[in-house]
């Protein structure tokens, strides 16, 4: 497998709670290494470029006002398969269906406060991991 890298987002809910840590124990007790990290809130023009891609579902209005209702940690987390294997340490959007060990089961308030965020693709890694860092902000 190939090193890859992705975005990580823990959200508003998580960190209003002081949760950063125990998040980055279950990342890097994956095997994945954060290697790049910042904490900021985000404004609304920030929030909804980001999640353009989803402006025209219903939920896209809430989702802006939950990520800029407190600061984010953005982070780049790399690993072999770092994609999938966040994905599956996440769990499901939804808690109620995550897995047990999984952050939004152990972690997420709802299905909209789910505590993280994470690329779903290479491409869209890439994408979001320019949004937030350039690449001297990265250590590898």
């Known amino acids: 497998m190939t090193i890859e890298h992705t975005l990580s987002i823990i959200k508003p ?4 709670r002081n949760l950063t840590g125990a ?3 279950k990342f890097e007790g994956a095997g994945l290494s954060i290697i790049a990290t910042r904490r900021l ?12 891609v989803h402006a025209h579902r219903p939920f896209f209005k809430d989702l ?4 800029i209702s407190g600061p984010v940690v953005a982070q780049v ?11 599956d340490i996440m769990g499901a959007t939804n808690p109620a269906n995550a ?8 972690f997420a308030e709802s299905i909209e406060a789910n505590s ?6 290479p491409e ?9 860092f350039a690449g001297i902000d990265i250590v590898k």
Do not use: W
Request: glycine share 8%; no cysteine; aromatic share 8%.
């Open 13 to 16: 809910d998580a960190t209003r």
């Open 23 to 25: 998040i980055n124990a």
């Open 41 to 52: 809130h985000l404004t609304q023009a920030q929030a909804e470029a980001f999640y353009a």
């Open 64 to 67: 802006v006002s939950f990520m």
């Open 77 to 87: 987390l790399a690993g072999e398969g770092a994609i999938l294997k966040n994905r």
């Open 99 to 106: 897995e047990p060990g999984t952050i939004r089961k152990e």
């Open 116 to 121: 993280v965020h994470g690329s779903d693709s």
């Open 124 to 132: 869209a890694a890439a994408q979001e991991i320019s949004y937030f």
